[in-house]
């Protein structure tokens, strides 16, 4: 056979893989009937941010709703707390959907997404088995990010397991999870603010860089103060929008939290979990 046959022969028998394993995941925004007005703003261009990642995308509601914006609606299957209503709306998704993309209604993309480093990850999943890929690397403060830094240069394996004493074990900001794994912690006790903090047997890990750029543009039901101003950047607007906006205190305490961070990290939170102010493992 020619080389370059043998070659367009290998090279469509790795596509074809490829389309195999990437059609096992998904986009899935996870949202109700409460915030569906704060997706219908923030999303209005995810046809542009979307546009190189051929992931199918989902977006969840309290009750049945109108596709929009390239996401086919799913619905609870009655009015719940954040787990009940995930848990009802990643029932509603296709059989063949093994893994989601989880994001929220409020996580406006900053930068059109990455297909092709999705894709990466989620072929490393399939192979390895994967339950938790956190798309942005572990938070830590100035000392921690130089320890960070050789920890990367030594690794050998492409993403960063995750310690099962670190803070926000599991954490929801911007993470490909296996569904039937996402399905099972839903199904445990407590708030979201609980389900971020519990530790489990299985590994979670991160990447060692930012693979999707997205800023969370609400805090507690309200816009962040410079939510008009970053959604502007992308060419949308708050005009018509009847929430409120956070308060100047609310945003200062952000400033100090974060100034606190840098000088101490996460030392707080580990002596508040060794108090057992904040749960470790659920149950214990």
Known sequence: MPTHMATANVTKATEAETSAI?????????????????????FKNAETMWRECDWPRFVGFTSRHPDMYGFTAVAAKQPSNWQGELSDQLDGLPGSIEYVFLTFEDALFVEPVDGAALNEIAELMVRDNLSYVSLTPVARNLPGLII???????????????????????????????????????RRPGVIWDFEHIVTDTRH?????????????????????????????????????TREVRSLKSYLRDIREKI??????FLSFRLRRKLKIVSHRLGE
């Open 22 to 42: 990437t059609g096992k995941f998904c986009v899935f925004v996870s949202s109700s009937d409460r915030a569906r007005d704060i997706f219908e703003i923030v």
């Open 148 to 186: 960070e830094y050789f920890r990367r240069r030594v690794a050998k394996y492409p993403l960063r397991p995750l310690s099962f004493s670190e803070p926000y074990y599991s954490s929801v900001f911007s993470v490909i999870w296996k569904r039937s794994y996402l399905q099972s912690l839903l």
């Open 205 to 241: 890990y991160a990447t060692w860089k930012t693979i999707v750029f997205q800023d969370q543009i609400v805090s507690r039901g309200k816009w962040d103060r410079d939510a008009a101003r970053q959604l502007a950047k992308q060419g949308l607007s708050l005009d018509g929008s």
């Open 260 to 265: 606190v961070f840098q000088f101490i990290g």
